[in-house]
């Protein structure tokens, strides 16, 4: 018998409660994403620098190509070779707004969920053992929260071990949210 989403609302919530509490335990307990990012020697001048452009919100390159035929360009491949070649991300001044990015983590962690239930109603059925759904579901979450971390050290400077660490985020994550779905899948 095919299952529906509506049979797995409940472990759609319990997965997305359990995953939001794991990635919480992951970033205020064991800290191990402090390392990802680092200072500046001169941060307070590289801060004064950028104020003083008053970029918009968002991702700036360095240098900026408007397209892939100006890096043919001598200046800007002396731009290039002189550096620094960065990324930039400008957000709102002031504290991050935690009563914003809490519901948007939530609603990340819900809507992988939802997903990966989906996939599970096309491929399990009724009944369908604990393992063989934990597997499938595990598999597919980890696909879900990690996989596309990847391009961000191919094309954005991300380190490759950051990029280890979110994908043993999505693993964690991935488990956590089959052992939902195999406990709790309809008989």
Request: hydrophobic share 50%; aromatic share 14%; with cysteine.
């Amino acid at each position: 018998m095919t299952i529906t989403l509506l049979q797995l609302w409940m472990p759609i919530l319990l997965g997305t409660f359990l995953a939001w509490i794991a990635s919480a335990l992951i970033h205020v307990v064991a800290k191990y994403h402090n390392s990802d990012y680092q200072p500046l020697s001169n941060e307070d001048e590289v801060m004064a620098a950028v104020r003083n452009g008053s970029p918009k919100l968002g991702i700036h390159s360095l240098p900026y190509c408007a397209e892939m035929s100006d890096m043919n360009k001598p200046e800007v491949q002396e731009k290039f070779n002189k550096g620094p070649v960065a990324l930039l991300a400008v957000f709102p001044n002031g504290l991050p707004n935690m009563g914003k990015l809490m519901p948007q983590q939530i609603s990340f962690f819900l809507v992988g969920c939802i997903l990966i239930a989906y996939c599970a109603t096309q491929v399990l059925t009724a009944g369908a053992d604990y393992l063989t759904v934990f597997r499938f579901v595990s598999t597919v979450g980890f696909l879900a929260f990690g996989w596309a971390m990847i391009p961000m050290s191919i094309w954005y400077g991300h380190t490759w071990s950051s990029t280890a660490k979110y994908l043993v985020d999505a693993l964690i994550y991935g488990l956590v949210v089959a052992g939902s779905f195999a406990w709790l899948w309809p008989a």
